[in-house]
């Protein structure tokens, strides 16, 4: 296992939330990290952007308060998502603000700049990078993040095309630190399933939308339970990025999933979330292939519980 120092020991399930745009706000995030799980947030989520202060702020305190309250049983460090590319004006702001509150972990998507991993390493925090491929990853170590994120085929929201089992295998060849793997990871068989193949956590983002805490329309929720892998439309229509989405929300977007246009990548805008791209994740919404696994929406508490349970017994049925 190649953990970073600041999560040895403080998961109970080898697992981190991943940021869900819109979705993923401090109630989700606090409820993750009481579970045992790293819980995440995209920093754009906090709009205005004075409003990331309150956020960080909130999480800090109401999470320093359990551990103190409870210090058997302490909670997870909570993680920052930055968008890194040139279209977020406010990446330096958000960063900032990171830095002031000593954010443990910064996740970084669409760019790897030295400039944002220097200003989290300042206060010993730690970068993990998203990655579709093998040619990003190293592009990502050498500029200086500390671990991978290896987005595979079937991950919700923007996902890659490579088997996991390829992916994992190639980075491992010649990486040695932080590795998570996402892509259709809904169960505890799937995140030993990761760590069977050389992850060291698994990244789960679809299963915690259908969770009482986000902050996902009801019916998104529900939407999660009704359908499955087949109901998973791949396209970079809606973002310029190529990503999964639940087909029943672009029928009722009065779009054809079947006859999508392509979309220009160099109009991609993630910036203020203020363009009509940003509907995307409201409208359209976001979903990887495992959502079959999903059967009701509940308390995040009582998801992590059921998947450390299956964990555990997948452990005992295999090991």
């Not at 995307?280 to 059921?306: E, F, H, M, S, Y």
């Amino acid at each position: 296992m190649a953990l970073p120092e600041n999560l040895r020991g403080k998961l109970s399930f080898p697992v981190i939330g991943a940021p869900l745009f819109i979705i993923s706000n401090p109630d989700l995030v606090i409820a993750q990290c009481k579970a045992g799980v790293v819980g995440s947030f995209p920093a754009l989520n906090a709009r205005p952007a004075e409003v990331l202060d309150q956020w960080l702020t909130r999480i800090s305190e109401e999470l320093d308060a359990h551990n103190q309250a409870n210090p058997d049983n302490p909670a997870a460090p909570y993680a920052v998502n930055q968008i890194v590319h040139n279209s977020n004006d406010r990446l330096m702001h958000d960063v900032e603000m990171c830095v002031k509150h000593k954010v443990p972990i910064v996740i970084t998507s669409l760019g790897a700049r030295p400039e944002v991993f220097e200003a989290i390493h300042s206060y010993g925090g730690i970068c993990l990078h998203d990655v579709i491929n093998n040619r990003f990853a190293h592009k990502a170590i050498e500029k200086g993040a500390d671990g991978l994120i290896c987005v595979a085929a079937g991950a919700g929201g923007h996902a890659g095309t490579l088997s996991p089992m390829a992916f994992i295998q190639e980075v491992r060849e010649w990486f040695d630190g932080p590795v998570l793997l996402s892509g259709a990871i809904s169960t505890g068989d799937g995140v030993l399933a990761a760590q069977a193949m050389g992850a060291d956590l698994a990244y789960i983002g679809s299963a915690f939308i259908a969770t009482e805490e986000a902050n996902a329309d009801p019916a998104y929720k529900q939407a999660l339970v009704d359908y499955a892998s087949s109901d998973i439309v791949y396209t970079n229509l809606f973002t310029g990025v190529h990503g999964n989405y639940l087909k029943p929300s672009i029928e009722a977007a009065g779009m054809d999933p079947k006859n999508l246009p392509e979309s220009d990548p160099s109009a991609m805008n993630f910036g203020s979330g203020g363009s009509s791209k940003s509907k995307a994740w409201k409208d359209i919404w976001g979903c990887g292939q495992g959502i079959n696994a999903i059967k009701d929406v509940v308390p995040t508490a009582d998801l992590v519980a059921r998947m450390r349970d299956e964990y555990e017994a997948a452990k005992q049925r295999i090991l």
